[in-house]
T-cell receptor
Framework: DVKVTQSSRYLVKRTGEKVFLECVQD?????MFWYRQDPGLGLRLIYF???????EKGDIPEGYSVSREKKERFSLILESASTNQTSMYLC??????????????FGPGTRLTVL | GQQLNQSPQSMFIQEGEDVSMNCTSS?????WLWYKQDPGEGPVLLIA?????ELTSNGRLTAQFGITRKDSFLNISASIPSDVGIYFC????????????FGTGTRLTIIP
């Protein structure tokens, strides 16, 4: 079974702090994604990566950066957290190629609160 | 970025009732996916649709790929308590694109 794990289920930070959210997948997937989930807005893509050290902006990259130094790990960074970044953050991964076309496997999510 | 519009936004039903929800887009999709998110968990894929007009079932769930390619429907028959959660439609906005666009979600609650 594919397993995607996220470093924390719940996180509380203060405005201005630097925040790291970690995601690890164990299935050697090339592609990894970070989303935020807000009520009534669904899932919105922040950044994704299709290979080590490669990244592309999603729909809402402002205020975020990412790092992918190893294939299995994709980190989301909030350089200076703000209250409007309070949200549920979901990481996902998927392989490239046939068999699971566009199926993304999700982690359990990190609920971040910025005070 | 583009979003998919789901309807209804929330549903309150009694156990045993059938459920219908839909997803619409202003542009054509070549693949439609339906995900379910249980409370406190990440979304899990339920059904994938690859061809216009396709009707696919997974147990009590049935999904259809609209003929116009701009919509999709999900039906759940004889709902049970474990059906509670948020249902999302999703699809790649461009053919072959690795990204997915997700719908706004339909929250299903079962009234005891």
């Amino acid at each position: 079974d594919v397993k995607v794990t996220q470093s924390s289920r719940y996180l509380v930070k203060r405005t201005g702090e630097k925040v790291f959210l970690e995601c690890v997948q164990d299935m050697d997937h090339e592609n990894m994604f970070w989303y935020r989930q807000d009520p009534g807005l669904g899932l919105r893509l922040i950044y994704f990566s299709y290979d080590v050290k490669m990244k592309e902006k999603g729909d809402i990259p402002e205020g975020y950066s990412v790092s992918r130094e190893k294939k299995e790990r994709f980190s989301l960074i909030l350089e200076s957290a703000s209250t409007n970044q309070t949200s549920m953050y979901l990481c996902a991964s998927r392989p490239t190629g046939k068999g699971s076309y566009n199926e993304q496997f999700f982690g359990p999510g990190t609920r971040l609160t910025v005070l | 970025g583009q979003q998919l519009n789901q309807s209804p936004q929330s549903m309150f039903i009694q156990e045993g009732e059938d459920v219908s929800m839909n997803c619409t887009s202003s542009s054509i999709f070549n693949t439609w996916l339906w995900y379910k998110q249980d409370p406190g968990e990440g979304p899990v894929l339920l059904i994938a649709l690859y061809k216009a007009g396709e009707l696919t079932s997974n147990g009590r769930l049935t999904a259809q790929f609209g003929i116009t390619r701009k919509d999709s429907f999900l039906n759940i028959s004889a709902s049970i308590p474990s059906d509670v959660g948020i249902y999302f439609c999703a699809g790649p906005p461009n053919f072959g694109n690795e990204k997915l666009t997700f719908g706004t979600g339909t929250r299903l609650t079962i009234i005891p």
